[in-house]
């Protein structure tokens, strides 16, 4: 990574787009300081999980599409419940 280019994303450095520069040579562009602040306000949120319907903070919590949200609880019994059940094979191409 370039020594000049964002510590976060490595996007090379532009007179057009302003980057903080940090201790120990660190910088951060425009675009991930947006980024970080989108993140921190998502995280500092309480959120309805559209699974279980539970309200969680936003640190535990993944936001998809359309405003749905999942659990890190849900998203664990999920993951354990997949790796217990083989998925049904998919029927043939022609099939579909």
């Known amino acids: 990574m370039d020594q000049q280019s964002c510590s976060f ?3 090379a450095p532009d ?3 302003p980057f903080l520069h940090g201790p120990n040579d660190l910088r951060i562009c425009v ?4 980024k ?4 921190i306000a998502f995280m500092k949120q309480s959120y309805t ?3 279980c319907g539970q309200s969680h903070q936003g640190d535990s919590m993944t936001e998809g599409p ?3 949200h999942i ?3 849900c998203i664990d019994t999920a993951l354990a419940t997949l ?4 998925p049904p094979p998919l029927p043939p191409l022609g099939n579909r």
Not at 36 to 39: C, E, L
Not at 83 to 86: A, I
């Open 36 to 39: 970080a602040q989108k993140i």
């Open 31 to 34: 675009y991930c300081l947006a």
């Open 83 to 86: 790796r217990t059940h083989s």
């Open 9 to 11: 994303c490595a996007i």
């Open 71 to 73: 659990c890190s609880d």
């Open 49 to 51: 999980c559209s699974f």
């Open 66 to 68: 359309g405003r749905i």
């Open 15 to 17: 007179p057009a787009l």
